[in-house]
């Protein structure tokens, strides 16, 4: 996740009207990882045929972003000069692969979300 941390951030830093790419970068991230939470959840429940009324479903998902919030505030936000200095001096070659791996988190994550929730979830509900 620090790669891929900074690798938000530096792409963040080129946008003139961004003004916390640290703080961007993070909260993309968060969503990203409650994507992938989610889904594997979506799955779990199409199986159990859990119940779970709108209220619940809302204070869960509060429940999550605050749970990550936390560790990527103190690994990813607070660290983020360390990570700067860490991944800065990358190669080309590095750079390259690093923004394919990126953006196919970026799209796996986002896709595998709203087929499951087109498919299965709303199948089930």
């Known amino acids: 996740m620090k790669y891929f941390y900074y690798r938000i951030y530096k792409a963040l830093t080129k946008v003139k009207t961004n003004d916390t790419p640290a ?9 990203l990882q409650s994507c992938n939470i989610l889904s594997i959840f979506g799955i ?26 936390i560790p990527n505030y103190i690994y990813l936000f607070r660290k983020r000069n360390e990570i700067v200095k860490q991944y800065q001096n990358e190669t080309k070659e590095d750079k390259t692969w690093g923004f394919i791996g990126l953006l196919l988190y970026i799209l796996v994550s986002i896709t595998v979300f709203f087929i499951l929730g087109e498919t299965i979830i709303q199948k089930s509900y």
Do not use: P, T
């Open 23 to 31: 703080l961007n970068a993070m909260l993309l991230l968060i969503i």
């Open 44 to 69: 779990i429940n199409y199986f159990l045929k859990i119940e779970i009324e709108k209220q619940q479903a809302m204070v869960g998902g509060l429940l999550l972003y605050v749970i990550l919030l």
